[in-house]
C-alpha cells in the first residue's frame, strides 16, 4: 500500500503556470494553495492579484480572484475585507507593486490594521517588464535601469519592508522567509499559514516577505538564482519575525 | 515502492528538482522535448527513492507527485 | 415626509444611504468634504463604513474592492483628487464593476481655486482614464437632483455593470435647499452572480479582471462593451427643456449654470425674446438627438458653462453644425449672471 | 416674487444660522429658498457671508450679488457690499461695530445697535437675532411670530437650554 | 551621419538627449521601458539623469520640479501610467512649465493589454487632467518622427511655456526603422528668468503656483493661457497631405494608423479610386481648417484609428458636418491592416 | 545703547501670515527664516509648499518657492535638487500631505539619499480642509471625520514617521520637536538648523517632525492647544533624534 | 531700558506671549482692535521687561521685535 | 517592390537577431525598412517572433501579416504560419527542429537542417546565422558578399571573437 506525500493542492488550479523556469513565484503560490487547502478556506477566500509576473495569479488559485492596479492591491484588500470581514482576503505582490509603487497602499494597510495578509514576494528585480531596478534591487546590482551597478548616490537604497512595517503599530504579523533551500520552503509555508490563521482569529495585519527568485532576469540558472539568494540577498535581508503579537501572550 | 511521477508536459525541465533530491536520482532528459519545449525532469533509479519529497518541495510548477510505500 | 434643507453634500450622502451603499471611501478636500464627514456621522448608524483613505487613489481602489465584492460602493471628490481616481476608474470600467463617483467641481487647472467650476465636463465625459470608456454621467442642478440623481445613478450602475459618475461643482454642494427624501429607496437585493464574494463550494470562482493579453479578446470585451453603452443611448437619455417649443434661441446648460440661465431665459422672455434653454441631465449619454431636433426651428444657440467652452463641440455635433452656436461662459470659479446670460441671448457676445 | 438676501460678518457671528433661519422660515411657508455660504480658508477667522433667494418661481443662482436686503455685522462688510444693493432695497446694520452712515440715497438703511442690545441685555452672541427680529419686524417678509415659533421649533433638544436667549434676543430686535 | 536602425523608443532617447534633455524620470511599463533603459546607460555619458521614480505620479511631479528649476525636462510611459499623472500634467499646466511627456500608448481600459493602440485619443488632446488646460499634441507615425518631433516638441514647450506630449504607441516604440539623428539639436540657451532656481541675490523671488484662492485671479491666468493657445493655433499647426488635390475620399488618420493608411490609399489609387490621406500631425491644435478645406472638394470622409472612433467628431467640427464620417478601426491592441482600410474605402462598412 | 536681540528674520516675507490666531505653523516658520538667514543661503535656497494650511509658504519665504501637489512635494523637490544639486532645497509639508497621500513619496525621497530637507509639521489633524482625521491623529481623538473618536478597529492606527523613516539606510537625520515651549522652540530650532547644514555638507536626506498646535481644529484655545501637545501628543510622539549618521564620528 | 515693540497690527491676540513672558507684564488690550479685529498685545510694565525675548519666540506670527539695554 | 519577411521561433534562438541583420543590410542598400519584434511577456521563454519590411516605396504597416517570405526555427511557428504565406511565398524551416512538410503546393519550400548543421560544425547558437546564408542565396534579396560583410561589421569590437563562427556558418549555410 502506498501513501500520497505530496500532490497538487486542490486550491492551486490545475493549469500550467507561465512563469519562466525555475521562478520561484511558483512555489510560494503552491505554498499559499496548500494553506488555503489545510484551512478550509477556499470557499470563503478572496485573493487579489498584482501588477507584475504574478498578475495571472487570479487563473491559479480556485478561490474567487481579483486583478489590482499595479500598487493598489492593499487597497481592493480593503474594499473587500471592509464589504465582507467574515471572508478571507489576502495579496499577492512583487517589490515593485508593493514597495515601489504602492507603498503608501503598504503602509497604511498597516496602520489601518486591516485583517488582511499580503504575500509579499521580494526578487530584488522587476521580472514582468524585464529586469528594471526594483526598491529592493541590492547596491551594485546591475538592472536594465541601473546598468552600471546600483549606485546609492544616484538610485538610493535598497526598502526593507519587514523592518519598516513592523514599526506600525498596526502590523499584527511579520516574517521574512526564503525559498532557496527545503529547510527555507518548509519554513516559508509556516508563516505563510500562520498569517492566514492570524487573519482567520482577526488579529489584524499580517504580511509574509518571500526572498525568491527571477533567475531570467537576474541572468542566472535556476540553480544559481537560488544560490545567489543565500550568499547576496539574505545577508542584505534577514530571515526572521520582525513582529508578532501572539508572540509573548 | 516508493513512487515518484512526474506531470511531464508541466515540467519546465529547470533541474531544481534534480539539484535538490538528496539520492541524486533525478536527472532532465536530454533527449525528449515535451509539448512545451522542454527537457524534462525523470527518475533514473526509483528503487533508490526515499519518498522524502524534497524534489516536490522544490519543484516551482507542481509536476512531481510522491508516494511513499507504507 | 416634509421636506428638509439640506446642503447638497448632504443630500446626496444621505440619498446614497438610502439608496443602500453601506460603503463609502473619501479623502478630504474642499468643497465636498462635508460628503465624508457625513459619512462619517450617520454610516455607524445604519451599519455601514465611511472610510478615510489616505488618498483618492487608495480611496477609488477600495471602492474596486468594495463593488467587486458586490456591495453599492461610492466615492466622491473634487477636481485635483478626481484627476488621481483616473487610472482607477479605467480599471474599474474594464472590469465592468458598478459603482458611484461623485465629482463636486472646483476651478482648475493644477490646485486651481476652490469655488465652483464646470471645467471637468471633458474629462467625464470624453476621457475619464486611458482607453476607450465610458461612464454614465449625470448632471444635477438643484440639492433635489443631487438627491435623486445619485439614487439613478446606483440604479444605472447596477444595470448596465459600469460606473456612474455625478458631475456637479461647488456650488450644488454647498448650498441648501429644500430637499423631498421620501423616494429615495434602496432596491430590492440586486444579484451580482460575478461578484467575488468567496465561491461558498457554490459556483465555480468568479475572476475581476481588465487584463487580457490578446488583443483580440480585449478588443471583444470592448466592443461588447460598447454595445451596452448603446443600449444606454436608447433607454436612458435624460434631458429637460424649457420653453424651447417656439425658441428661436437656444441656451444650452446643465448643471448649475442651468438654473441661471433659466432665470436669464425668463427675463429674456420678459423682453419678448423667444428663447428657450435645452439642460441636458445625462452629460454621457449626451442627449443628441433630442437637441437636434431644435435646429429644425431655433436660429441660434448658446452654449452656458463654467469653463472655456468644453460643450460647444456637443451642441455642434448634435445639431449637426447647422446652426452658430456661440459660448457664454464663465471659470475658474466665477459663477456665472444671469445679466451676463441675458446679455448674451440679446445678441451681445461676452 | 423674489427675494435676494445677503448677510455678512466675522466668522462666529453667526452669520451662516441666521440666514438660515430665514431659509428655513421660507421653505416652511412653501416658497422656493436656497443658502449658500461663501467657503473656503479665507472664511476661516475672517469675513463670512451668506446669500439667501427666497421665490415663488424656481430660484436661478443662488448667489446674491444684487441683493434686495443687505444685512451686515462688520466695518469690511459694510463697505464691500454697500453699493451692491439694489436701487430700492435695504441694509440692516450691526450699528454697534459698524460706525459708518451709508452714502446711497436709493435705499433704506437701518443702524440698528444690535451687539450693543446684545451686551446690554447679557445675550452676548445673539445680536445675530436681534437682527432678525428687527429684519422680520421692517421687511414683513414673515409673520413675526410664526417666524419666532419656527426658530424655536428648530432648537435641537440637546440645546433646549437657549430657547430662553433666542426669544429675547428676538423680542429685542423686534423692538428696536 | 549615415541614418542608423533604431527603436522608436531608442531613437526617441537619443532626440531628446540630442535637444538637450539631460534629467528623465520614468517608471518602468510596457511597451515603452526602453526608453528609461536607453536613458540609463546614456545619461550618465552625457553627464544627464536618468531616474527611475517610484511611481508615475513621482516622475512626472520630479519633472515638475526640474521644469520648474529651468532645465529641460521629460517623462514617458503607457496609457495606465499617463492615467496616474494626469493631476500632475493640470499642474504643469497650471504653472506654465513646459517639459516633454510622452505616451506610447497601448490597449485599455484598465490593465488592458500591451499592444498598440490609439484609444488614449481624447485624454490626450481633450482632457489630460482636470480643469481648463491643453497639451500641445504631437503624432509621430515613423521612427524618424519619434526623434524629429521630440526635438519640436522641446522646442514649442519652451516656446510657449507649456507641457507637449508626444502621443506615440507600442508599434512606433518598439519598431526599428532607419533615423537621421543629424538635424536634432539642442537650442541656443533658452532664456527662463521665472525659474525656481534660487535668485542668486539678483533678483526677487520667483514662484512657481498654481494657486489663486479668487476665482477672478484664476479666471485671468486661465485666459491668458487660452490666448496663448490662440498663438499656438496660429502659428504651429503641422499635417501632411497625400493626394488629398483631387480626392474624392479623404481618410484621416494619424500615428501608426496614417502610414497604413497611405498604403491602403495607393491600393485604392491603383484601382482608379480618388482617395486621399490627411494626417493631423499636431493632434493639438488639431488642423480644423486646413481638413475643412477638403470638404469644398471631397464627398466623403473616413476616420481611420487603434480606438473606438475617438477622432470622430474632431473631424466632423473640422469639416462643419457637411460631409458624412465614416469610420474604420480596431482597438484593444490590434493593428489595422491596409486591406481593412481598403475595404472601408471602397465602400464596405467595416 | 541697545542691541536688537530679537526681530524678523530676512528670509521671511514682511507680510502677514494667514494662520489662525495662535497657529505654531507661524513659528516653524520663523524658524526655518532664521536658519536660512543664519547659514546666508537665501539666495541659493528653493523651498517647496504643500497643499495644507501651509499652502501659501510660497509668499512666506524670501527665496525661491514652488507649490506642490498635495503630498508630491518630495518628488518636486528631487527634480529640483536632481537638477540644481548645489542649491539648497527643503520641504514643508503637514501631516495629512506626508503621511497620508505623501507616504510613498515621504519614504522614497528617503530610500534615494535625496539630499534635501523635510519639514514635517505634525498637528494631528488636517487644518486646511477643516478638522478632518490626519494618520497622525491620536486614538480616541474626535475630528470631523472620527466622530466618535478615532477607532483603532476602523480607522486604524496613528502613524509615527520619524520611527518609520529611521528604518532607511538613506535617512541621515531624523528628529522629532515641539513648539510647545521655549525651550522646545529652541530646540527646534538647533534641529532644523542641523538638517539644513547635514544639506549643506551633502550628509543626505534629513527630516525635522515638528509637534505642532492647530487650535481651531482641535477646538481649543492657544494656550490649551500647546498644552495639549505636551499631556497628549508627546507622550505618543516621544521628541528626540531618530536617526542621526553623524552621532558617533 | 529694554525694549519691546510691537508690530500691533500683525498681532492676532493669540496671548501666546501673554502666557510665556516670565515677567507677566504682557495683556492682551481689552479695548483696543486692530486693522484685522483682534485685540492686540500689549506691554504693561515695559521697565520690568528681562529682554528674555521669550514672548517673541514664541510669538507665531513675528509680531514682537526685542532690545536689549547694554 | 515590398518584401515581407516574417521569421519565428523560440525565444533564445536568435530571430530578432537574424531579422535586424537583414533590415540593416536592406538599409545600407538605400532601402525603407522596417523591423517589428512581438513583444510583451508572451515571447518571454515561449515563441518569439520578427516582421521585417524592405520597400522601395514608403512602408505601411510594420506588421507582417501574410509575408513573401516565412522563415521559422520551431513547430509551433510553422503551424501557426504556414498558411499566411503569399501564393508564390516562400518558406525557410529549420528541418532539424520542425519535422513538418508543408501541405501547400503555391509556394516554394526550403527544408533546411540549420540546427542539425550548426552542432555537427560546432556553431551550436548559429543555427540563424546559417539560415541566413541560406536565405540570401535563395531568396538573392542581397549581394551575398555584401551581406556577409555587412553581417561582420555589425558585430561591435567587443565581440569579435564571434567573427569566425559567424563567417563559417553563413558561409555553411549559403552551400547548404
Ligand atoms: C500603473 C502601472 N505602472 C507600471 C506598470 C508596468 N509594470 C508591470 S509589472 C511591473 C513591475 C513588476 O515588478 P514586481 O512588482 O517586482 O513583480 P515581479 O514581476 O518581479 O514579480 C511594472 C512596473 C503597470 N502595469 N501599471
Ligand atoms: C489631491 C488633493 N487631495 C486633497 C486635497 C485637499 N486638501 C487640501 S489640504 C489637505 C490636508 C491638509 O492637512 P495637512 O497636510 O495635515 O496640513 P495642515 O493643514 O494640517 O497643516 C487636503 C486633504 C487637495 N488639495 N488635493
Ligand atoms: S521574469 Fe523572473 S519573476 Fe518573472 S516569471 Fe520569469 S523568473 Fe519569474
Ligand atoms: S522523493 Fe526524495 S529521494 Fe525521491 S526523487 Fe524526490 S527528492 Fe529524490
Ligand atoms: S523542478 Fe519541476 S519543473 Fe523543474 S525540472 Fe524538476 S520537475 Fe521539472
Ligand atoms: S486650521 Fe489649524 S493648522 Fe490651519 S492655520 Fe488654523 S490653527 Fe493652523
Ligand atoms: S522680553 Fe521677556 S520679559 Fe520682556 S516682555 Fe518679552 S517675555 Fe516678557
Ligand atoms: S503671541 Fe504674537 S500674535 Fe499672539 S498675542 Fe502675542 S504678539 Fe499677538
Ligand atoms: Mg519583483
Ligand atoms: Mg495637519
Redesign the interface.
Known sequence: ????????PHA?SDV????????????VH?LVAQTIDELGI?????G?AP?G?S??A??Y????????????AP??????????PD?VVFTYQGD?DLA??????S??IA????NITIIFINNAI?G???G??A?TSLLGQVT?????GRD?????????VC??LA????TAYAERVAVD??QH??ATKKAIKKAFQMQLEGKGFSIVEVISSC??QWGK???EA?EWIRTDMIPHYPLGVYKDITANS | M??VTFNV??C?????CV??CPKKIITLSSDILNA?G?HPAQITEPEKCI?C??C???????V??????? | MAKVLMKGNEAVAEAAIRSGCR?Y?GYPITPQTEIAEYMAKRMPKVGG?C?Q???E???I???????????R?MTSSSSPGISLKC??IS?IAG?DLPCLILNVQRGGPGLGGIQPAQSDYWQATKAMGHGDLHLIVLAPSSVQEMASLANKAFDLADKYRMPAMLLADGALGQMMEPVDLDGIKAPEAVCKPWA???????RK???????YINPDDLEKTVIERFARYETVKANEIMYEEYLTEDADIVVVAYGITARICRSAVAMARAQGVKVGLFRPITLWPYPYEALGRLADTASRFIVSELNMGQMIDDVKIAINCRRPVDFCGRTGGVLLTPEEILNAILGGKK | MTYNILIAGFGGQGVLFAAKQIASAGMALGKNVTWLPSYGPESRGGTSNCSVVISDEEIGSPLVIKPDCLIVFNLPSFEKFEQSVKPGGVIFSDSSLVDRKSTREDITVHYVPASGAASDNNLTGFANVIMLGKFIKETGLFDSEKFLNHLIDNIPPSRAALIDKNRSAYTIGSGL
Not at chain 1, 480593503?78 to 465582507?84: A, D, E, M, Q
Not at chain 1, 514599526?167 to 498596526?170: I, K, M, Q
Not at chain 3, 467575488?196 to 457554490?202: F, P
Request: aromatic share 6%; hydrophobic share 35%; charged share 20%.
Open positions: 500500500m502506498s501513501k500520497v506525500v505530496f500532490d497538487r492551486l500550467p503556470l507561465h512563469y519562466c523556469p525555475g521562478c520561484t513565484h511558483g512555489i503552491r477556499e470557499d470563503k477566500t478572496i487579489i501588477v509576473c498578475v495571472f487570479y487563473n488559485f480556485e478561490c474567487d480572484m481579483i486583478q489590482a492596479a499595479h500598487g493598489r487597497a481592493v484588500a480593503t474594499g473587500v475585507k471592509r464589504s465582507l471572508k515593485g515601489a509603487i504602492g507603498t503608501a497602499e503602509v497604511h496602520a489601518r490594521v486591516e522587476y514582468m517588464t524585464g528594471q531596478m526598491p536594465t535601469t541601473s546598468p552600471y546609492p548616490k544616484i538610485q538610493g537604497n535598497p526598502i526593507r523592518e519598516m514599526t506600525l503599530d498596526g533551500t527545503v520552503v518548509n533567475p531570467v540558472t535556476p540553480v537560488l | 516508493n513512487r508536459d508541466r519546465k525541465g529547470c533541474g531544481l539539484a535538490f512545451k522542454y519518498a519529497a524534497m516536490a518541495t522544490m519543484c516551482p510548477d507542481t512531481i507527485k510522491v508516494e511513499k510505500e507504507i | 460603503h471611501f463604513l472610510l483613505a489616505e488618498s487613489i487608495s480611496a481602489n477600495m471602492v474596486m474592492g468594495a463593488a467587486s465584492a458586490g456591495v460602493a487610472e482607477g480599471y472590469c467575488t464574494c468567496g465561491h461558498d463550494g457554490k470562482k468568479n475572476i475581476t479582471n481588465s487584463l
